[in-house]
Structure formats: C-alpha cells, structure tokens
T-cell receptor
Framework: GDSVTQMEGPVTLSEEAFLTINCTYT??????LFWYVQYPGEGLQLLLK?????DKGSNKGFEATYRKETTSFHLEKGSVQVSDSAVYFC??????????FGTGTSLTVIP | EAGVTQFPSHSVIEKGQTVTLRCDPI?????LYWYRRVMGKEIKFLLH????????ESGMPNNRFLAERTGGTYSTLKVQPAELEDSGVYFC??????????????FGPGTRLTVL
C-alpha cells in the first residue's frame, strides 16, 4: 500500500544553516506530494506541494523536487531561521480520499 | 474568517470512560476529515465526511469509535469505552472540495487525548 518514510528527528540547527529533511514514498502510479508544517500550538499548514515528476514546490524559502526515479521529495532550505522551528510532515495523496503522512520531523533552530 | 476549531484542546480520562471530541470546520466546507497521530507515529486518516454523509471510514480503528456530522456542520468523534492505545492527538481538517492537489485542506490545532 501507499506509505511515506521521512527522516527521524529531532533535528537541531544553528541559524543560517542548510536544512535537508529526507522523504521517500511508496505508491503505484503518480501520487501528489506535500510538505506540511506544524508550528507550536497550531494545526498543520500546507507548506508546498508537487503534482508530477520533476515538479518543484517552493514556499517561504523551502523547496522540494518530486523525483520519480528515486521516489523522493526531500525538503530543503538554504538558510534556516529561528522562526522555522516546527514539526515537518511529508505526505502523499493518490487516488481516493486518503492522505498518507510520514511520522514528522521536529526541527529546532537555535540563534 | 475563522479557521478549523477543535474542542477540547486536551482531555485526560481513565480507561473505560467515554470522551467526545468536537470539530468545527471552516464555514462552507463540505469536506471534513478526522486524523490521529499516536505518539511518535505517523498521522493516520480516520474518516471523511461530505456534508453529513460518511464518504470513507476505512481508517476507523474499531467500533469503539463513532463519528457524526449531523446537519453537515460540526462533527463529533466519540470514543467509548476508551482504551490506553487510543491516546494521541486527534486532528480535524476541512476543505471546500475533495482535498488534494487542487483543494487545500485546513487543519485544526488538534485535541490531545490521554487515556490513563
């Protein structure tokens, strides 16, 4: 069945460091891929998405590229800020109603 | 415009008790979803309403869980009787159309349920 695997955290980085959070998926066909972010005390928010192979989703300095050949959708940011501290979830949606989420990766950025 | 709200934010109950969680979706959103995140695990889909009808309840873990959406507005999720493994964070989300690449789903802050 469909599933998402993302790197375990927690991840702690210094401000302005480079961020990569790995995400790989298992699905038949061509699912849509998403990154959600959950800031403390809030619900999940859509960060970015990609709907087909080689698409790049981007938002707030974050980027992720849909790689069909490696079934991956890694999240990257060139220079993190303290305000990026949050939990990040990779997700996919295929046919049907269901989203499939990863386990979440907690990021803490220290000044 | 108000976002998705959930009540309560936290609930601590003893095994065997009953708990009812409530979700108020964004006004006008016909699609409502329930998800659960058990500690350290992935967020899992529970069920999906379109207006007052259950479209997909394949993720409901067992018959101790009952979800309703009378009148197609707010929804409740009742757990009766609660077991230890029911502990986790229950998220609600809503969307205008079927959630996916074309229709964003908006999440509530979640209800943290602890069963002792």
């Amino acid at each position: 069945g469909d599933s998402v695997t993302q790197m375990e955290g927690p991840v702690t980085l210094s401000e302005e460091a480079f961020l990569t959070i790995n995400c790989t998926y298992t699905a038949t066909g061509y699912p849509s891929l998403f990154w959600y972010v959950q800031y403390p005390g809030e619900g999940l928010q859509l960060l970015l998405k990609a709907t087909k192979a080689d698409d790049k989703g981007s938002n707030k300095g974050f980027e992720a590229t849909y790689r069909k050949e490696t079934t991956s959708f890694h999240l990257e940011k060139g220079s993190v800020q303290v305000s990026d501290s949050a939990v990040y979830f990779c997700a996919l949606k295929h046919t049907g109603n269901q989203f499939y989420f990863g386990t979440g990766t907690s990021l803490t950025v220290i000044p | 415009e108000a976002g998705v709200t959930q009540f309560p934010s936290h609930s601590v109950i003893e095994k065997g008790q009953t708990v009812t969680l409530r979700c108020d979706p964004i006004s006008g959103h016909d699609n409502l979803y329930w998800y659960r995140r058990v500690m350290g695990k992935e967020i899992k889909f529970l069920l999906h309403f379109v207006k007052e009808s259950k479209q997909d309840e394949s993720g409901m873990p067992n018959n101790r869980f009952l979800a309703e959406r009378t009148g197609g507005t707010y929804s409740t999720l009742k757990v009766q009787p609660a077991e230890l493994e029911d502990s986790g964070v229950y998220f609600c989300a809503s969307s205008l159309g079927l959630a996916g690449a074309s229709n964003e789903q908006f999440f509530g802050p979640g209800t943290r349920l602890t069963v002792l």
